[in-house]
């Protein structure tokens, strides 16, 4: 992640969290403490990057990392060790966990869809199904489970959609119109419902064609028509349920939105040493 847009999130999320200060450490001593970050759960670690960036910000802390993203690790697993002002450690505690527990969840769920799936030709790929605000966590986390981001944002390629197909009035218009109004470096992407559809975008040289909502079967086959050097996607209705039926489908990318927008945060705790957790 860019250390400069961390930091920008990181210090809007700390205000919204600490704009008035902690209240829960007024009547404590401020001391140097130890503490440690721990799995309660397996799975896949990703957002060890935020721990540094936002202690650093509440004017530093000696953080010692125990894993790497990406790494998989077992329940009971030390993450990381921190020391540093109480203050410091256990305000800014709970922006870490919030990242760094759904971070995690994605990254479990992106190397479970990838394990599922089982076909290294195929790549499987975020959307743009993301919460307001965390998508460069979010895309960052979907790297470290083992998948790969689509587009970042709108300015990151065309992709023309049923609503575009609409205004343009066909799928060949909405291609020519776009290819005229971009320069060489921007791929222009379709969605095609139809194989009368598929064939106008193979016709008006699309750079990606998206098979949308349709079955393995129906993938395997409109893959067959596509010549090379166009780049194809099957989307719409993939999920951890599903995914492994397009196991040898012949595709370029699965993008899957539940990666993002249906995640199970894993169980990570921050423990001061010599605290007793009930």
Same mark, same amino acid.
């Given at each position: 992640?860019?250390?400069?847009?961390?930091?920008?999130?990181?210090?809007?999320?700390?205000?919204? !969290?600490?704009? +008035?200060?902690?209240?829960?450490?007024?009547?404590?001593? !401020?001391?140097?403490?130890?503490?440690?970050?721990?799995?309660?759960?397996?799975?896949?670690?990703?957002?060890?990057?935020?721990?540094?960036?936002?202690?650093?910000?509440?004017?530093?802390?000696?953080?010692?990392?125990?894993?790497?993203?990406?790494?998989?690790?077992?329940?009971?697993?030390?993450?990381? $060790?921190?020391?540093?002002?109480?203050?410091?450690?256990?305000?800014?505690?709970?922006?870490?966990?919030?990242?760094?527990?759904?971070?995690?969840?994605?990254?479990?769920?992106?190397?479970?869809?990838?394990?599922?799936?089982?076909?290294?030709?195929?790549?499987?790929? &975020?959307? $743009?199904?993301?919460?307001?605000?965390?998508?460069?966590?979010?895309?960052?986390?979907?790297?470290?489970?083992?998948? +790969?981001?689509?587009?970042?944002?709108?300015?990151?390629?065309?992709?023309?959609?049923?609503?575009?197909?609409?205004?343009?009035?066909? #799928?060949?218009?909405?291609?020519?119109?776009?290819?005229?109004?971009?320069?060489?470096?921007?791929?222009?992407? #379709?969605?095609? /419902?139809?194989?009368?559809?598929?064939?106008?975008?193979?016709?008006?040289?699309? &750079?990606?064609?998206? +098979? !949308?909502?349709?079955?393995?079967?129906?993938?395997?086959?409109?893959?067959?028509?596509?010549?090379?050097?166009?780049?194809?996607?099957?989307?719409?209705?993939?999920?951890?349920?599903?995914?492994?039926?397009?196991?040898?489908?012949?595709?370029?990318?699965?993008?899957?939105? /539940?990666?993002?927008?249906?995640?199970?945060?894993?169980?990570?705790?921050?423990? #001061?040493?010599?605290?007793?957790?009930?």
């Amino acid at each position: 992640m860019n250390d400069f847009l961390l930091k920008q999130k990181l210090t809007a999320f700390l205000k919204e !969290d600490l704009e +008035f200060g902690d209240a829960s450490l007024t009547p404590l001593p !401020d001391h140097v403490i130890e503490g440690t970050f721990i799995a309660k759960a397996d799975g896949i670690v990703c957002g060890l990057q935020v721990i540094s960036a936002v202690y650093d910000l509440l004017d530093g802390a000696e953080v010692e990392l125990l894993v790497s993203d990406g790494e998989k690790v077992a329940k009971k697993t030390e993450l990381a $060790r921190v020391k540093g002002s109480a203050a410091v450690l256990l305000s800014g505690e709970r922006v870490i966990l919030n990242l760094l527990q759904h971070m995690s969840g994605i990254a479990t769920k992106t190397a479970q869809a990838v394990q599922l799936l089982a076909d290294p030709t195929i790549k499987i790929v &975020d959307t $743009r199904k993301t919460t307001p605000g965390l998508r460069m966590f979010e895309k960052a986390a979907v790297r470290a489970g083992g998948g +790969f981001n689509h587009r970042m944002g709108l300015t990151h390629g065309i992709m023309l959609k049923d609503n575009h197909l609409a205004l343009a009035g066909s #799928v060949g218009k909405a291609i020519d119109l776009a290819k005229q109004s971009v320069g060489p470096m921007t791929r222009v992407e #379709v969605e095609v /419902e139809t194989e009368s559809q598929l064939q106008a975008a193979i016709a008006h040289h699309a &750079d990606v064609i998206m +098979f !949308d909502n349709q079955t393995p079967a129906t993938t395997k086959e409109w893959q067959k028509l596509v010549p090379d050097g166009i780049l194809t996607e099957a989307s719409g209705g993939i999920d951890l349920t599903t995914v492994a039926s397009y196991r040898g489908c012949g595709v370029d990318f699965l993008s899957i939105g /539940e990666l993002t927008n249906r995640v199970v945060p894993l169980d990570i705790s921050f423990l #001061v040493n010599g605290a007793v957790k009930s």
